[in-house]
């Protein structure tokens, strides 16, 4: 899994290159965007809520790429035993692209590397202590996603996303780890899905792009 971001960086850069052929190569402000979307999941008692503002290129018609600032908020019940709690506060920057094979349809990829401070609260009358840790850790997140308004004249679009993070690492904020109370060495990691909506707002673009 370890292999998964080189391999996607090469690809990418390749689609990047041909993008900025397409585009004619130079830099111009008019392709300038801002934005960024909110992050909504609930899965399995596990709640993840976040704000994700961007600064992208569009490097042509059908392809986008920029970085991010993560910040997100994870919580949990029944890690280790019924009625605990786990807390995560989640920061940490990223790049992404997306790919659009039609102006309301795109595919995502975003590479996140978060800093992550998590607090066990145990439960009542529990036989773990509480704990505090802090982490490290990438995040590859796939998915897809539908556009409302991206077409020539309209500097601004809206938009939903389904993503997963493939990487699967234990520390993820976007992930579920069930814990074997018998043996907690033996640990199980679900990927959440992650809904993103948000805007994308041109910054130079007057009315004659997109």
């Known amino acids: ?60 018609d059908w392809v986008d790429a920029g970085i991010a600032f993560n910040f997100l908020y994870n919580g949990a019940r029944d890690y280790l035993q019924y009625n605990d709690k786990i807390r995560q506060t989640v920061y940490g920057p990223g790049v992404f692209t997306r790919l659009y094979p039609v102006k309301f349809l795109f595919v995502q990829g975003q590479l996140e590397h978060n800093f992550t401070t998590l607090k066990y609260i145990p439960a009542p009358g529990g036989s773990y202590p509480s704990d505090r ?10 998915g897809a996603g539908l556009a409302q308004g991206r077409q020539p004249g309209s500097n601004t679009f809206f938009y939903i996303s389904l993503l997963f993070d493939v990487l699967k690492n234990m520390n993820s904020p976007y992930v579920n780890v069930t814990v074997n109370p018998n043996n907690t060495s033996q640990q199980r990691i679900d990927m959440v899905p992650i809904i993103r909506a948000g805007a994308s707002i041109g910054l130079f673009q007057g009315k004659n792009r997109r």
Do not use: C, H, W
């Open 1 to 60: 899994m370890k292999k998964i971001p080189l391999v996607l960086m090469i690809l990418l850069s390749g689609v990047i290159a041909n993008a900025q052929d397409e585009g004619g190569g130079g830099f111009e402000k008019e392709r300038l965007f801002t934005g960024g979307s909110v992050t909504l999941s609930f899965f399995n008692g596990q709640t993840l809520l976040g704000a994700n503002p961007m600064l992208g290129y569009t490097l042509a």
């Open 133 to 142: 840790i802090k982490t490290g850790t990438n995040s590859l997140l796939l």
